[in-house]
């Protein structure tokens, strides 16, 4: 069972246009949510993470939207680049826990 | 600081075949870990080492794998005999503590094919 759900799957927008990657998650134990982006070729690197005490947290043009009531967390990209183009990846984990629960990924094309 | 190096990139072998995968993590990381990505699917844990012990192997699929860490250093993982449900992309990981405050960090993965 899958324990982490992303959507969609894939995405295309405008250069200047705002993304959103959403996911959502089963278990109300998890208390760390990282996103990360993957270019081709490369591994997954850690770009922006939130703990369930916040509802939003910001990192330059990368947001996270939390809403713990409705176990749902969201990925928003401000004023997006074509180098924004990767796969990005949700996950959950328990901080005491060193297992992270991924989400399937999201394509991004971000078009010039 | 070199980064998490993994080897092969690619590697395409035959049903029943062995393959074994290889990781260095970054240096003074005590805790390494194995994912997995099936295409198109979650990427999903296979097992987590903290030095030369087995911390956690929950996600190891069956018997047909086999991971090691001798003297806490690189790590091997082991498939044999391969089966073609066994490709995708290996991904492991490396942190110098808890992972929740330190994160992960990924090595660039093997994407093994059976054919």
């Known amino acids: 069972q899958q324990q982490v759900k992303q959507s969609p799957q894939s995405l295309i927008v405008q250069k200047g246009g705002i993304p959103i990657i959403n996911c959502a998650y089963e278990n109300t134990a998890f208390d760390y949510f990282p996103w990360y982006q993957q270019f081709p070729g490369k591994g997954p690197a850690l770009l922006i993470a939130i703990r369930p005490d916040v509802s939003e947290k910001k990192e330059g043009r990368f947001t996270i939207s939390f809403n713990k009531s409705a176990k749902q967390f969201s990925l928003h990209i401000m004023d997006s680049q074509p180098g924004d183009s990767a796969t990005y990846f949700c996950a959950a984990s328990k901080v005491d826990f060193n297992k992270f629960y991924f989400g399937s990924g999201t394509k991004l094309n971000v078009k010039p | 600081e070199a980064g998490v190096t993994q080897f092969p990139s690619h590697s395409v072998i035959e049903k029943g075949q062995t393959v074994t995968l290889r990781c260095d993590p970054i240096?003074?990381?005590?805790?390494l870990y194995w994912y997995r990505r099936v295409m198109g699917k979650e990427i999903k844990f296979l097992l987590h080492f903290v030095k030369e012990s087995k911390q956690d192997e929950s996600g190891m699929p069956n018997n047909r794998f086999l991971a090691e860490r001798t003297g806490g250093t690189y790590s091997t993982l082991k498939v044999q005999p391969a089966e073609l449900e066994d490709s995708g992309v290996y991904f492991c990981?490396?942190?110098?503590?808890?992972?929740?405050?330190?994160?992960?960090?990924f090595g660039s993965g093997t994407r093994l094919t059976v054919v």
């Open positions: 990981a490396s942190s110098q503590g808890d992972s929740g405050n330190y994160g992960y960090t």
């Open positions: 240096s003074g990381h005590d805790n």
